[in-house]
Each structure stands twice: as C-alpha cells, then as structure tokens.
C-alpha cells in the first residue's frame, strides 16, 4: 500500500499570502495524483489531477507540481474562502486507492 | 447536471447491517466505474470500494472485505453498498463518487454523503 504522508498538518497564514503545501509518497507515484479541497459539513472538490492539471472550473491561483515521491499544492495570493483542509490522493498502485492525513490551511 | 444522491444511513448496532443506496443522474451511469469514500467523524478521506462500470471488477479496502459488498444497477442508475457485521470503527459519512472529465479513480463528482452511526 502506498503512504501518502502530507505536511505541515496545519498551515497558518493571512489571505494575499502564498501557501504551499506538500505530499510525499512512500514509492514513485510518477504523476498519479491528484489534490481535493474540503470545507467543513461539504464533500471533497477535485483541485488537481495528474499532478498538475487543474480540474474544470479550478481558479488559477491553484497550481499542482511534483512526481514520483515529492508533490506540492500552491495558491497564490489565498483568498478567503480557500481556507479550508486539503487532501492528495494517489492511483498509480490500488487497490487500494490511498489518501494523504489532510493539511488544514487556517486564517493567522 | 451531474448528481450524486446518497441514502440509506442511519444508526445501527454493532454487528447489524445496512445497505446504503446512491441515486446518479446528469450522465450516463452504465458507462462509468463507481466509488465509495468513507470519512470517520473529524478525521480524514477513506476509499472504501470501487465497482467498474459493467460490474466485472471490484475492489475493496481490507477494512471492509468480507463484510461489505458494492454492487450497480445501471438499469435504475444506482450504486449500492451493503454493510454487513457493522463495528464502531464504521461510523463515517460515506460518500459515492466518480470521475467523468477526468480519469478512472479521480474523483471529480462526489455525493453530499450519507452518515452511518455504529453504536450500541
């Protein structure tokens, strides 16, 4: 099974700011994977798949990067309502199919 | 419009079974593979099942082998999760998805979810 491990578990910072988050997986994922975004009582929001492609209707300010072990979520310039908790999530090797802890991006 | 309406949760004692329902609409069911997703109160996403859109594959976490079984009917446009020996460490808000404009196993379109309470 592959271990997504995600870091910092929280993130504090101030809306404008640019925040950077990141997942690490236990074995080369190559590109397989993807970032959702979750607001408390809402299902999960596809941000990111194949590492880098924004899915539809995915604001620019998000950006994906990475492969193999090493992947990153950035936002720039965070607007308010993008404060929220943030997953990855490989396909490369299932099942199972395998989810990072979460990272909770917080207002400072 | 795509929409993913789950049902079927509730309170159950441990031990007993429920059988969760997803109804699909806004696309063509029969032809995409389905998942379900569980989230234990406060804590993070977990993948549970996956059934392939003509039922020939299907996967389950090791939590739940043995125990639960997913199945469709691409006639009624509907997924379905039987629980069966349900335990405290069950209890979640489960949640079908699936991906449409992207590939198998992203999940672009998910349910509103449905909670099921394991207690005695």
């Known amino acids: 099974e592959i271990v997504l491990t995600q870091s910092p578990a929280t993130l504090s910072l101030s809306p404008g700011e640019r925040a950077t988050l990141s997942c690490r997986a236990s074995?080369?994922?190559?590109?397989?994977l993807a970032w959702y975004q979750q607001k408390p009582g809402q299902a999960p929001r596809l941000l990111i798949y194949?590492?880098?492609h924004r899915a539809t209707g995915i604001p620019a300010r998000f950006s994906g990067s990475g492969s193999g072990t090493d992947f990153s979520l950035t936002i720039s310039n965070l607007e308010p309502e993008d404060f929220a908790v943030y997953y990855c999530?490989?396909?490369?090797?299932?099942?199972?199919?395998?989810f990072g802890q979460g990272t909770r991006l917080e207002i400072k | 419009e795509v929409q993913l309406v789950e049902s079927g949760g509730g309170l159950v004692k441990p031990g007993g079974s429920l059988r969760l329902s997803c109804a699909a609409s806004?696309?063509?069911?029969?032809?995409?593979?389905m998942t379900w997703v569980r989230q234990a109160p406060g804590k993070g996403l977990e993948w549970v099942s996956y059934i392939s859109s003509s039922s020939g594959y299907i996967h389950y976490a090791d939590s739940v082998k043995g125990r639960f079984t997913i199945s469709r009917d691409n006639a009624k446009n509907s997924l379905y999760l039987q629980m069966n020996s349900l335990r405290a460490e069950d209890t979640a808000v489960y949640y079908c998805a699936t991906g449409i404009s992207v590939a198998v196993n992203y999940f672009d379109y998910w349910g509103q979810g449905t909670l099921v309470t394991v207690s005695s």
């Open positions: 999530q490989q396909r490369s090797n299932w099942p199972p199919i395998t």
């Open positions: 806004g696309f063509t069911f029969s032809t995409y593979s």
């Open positions: 194949d590492a880098s």
């Open positions: 074995q080369s994922v190559s590109n397989l």
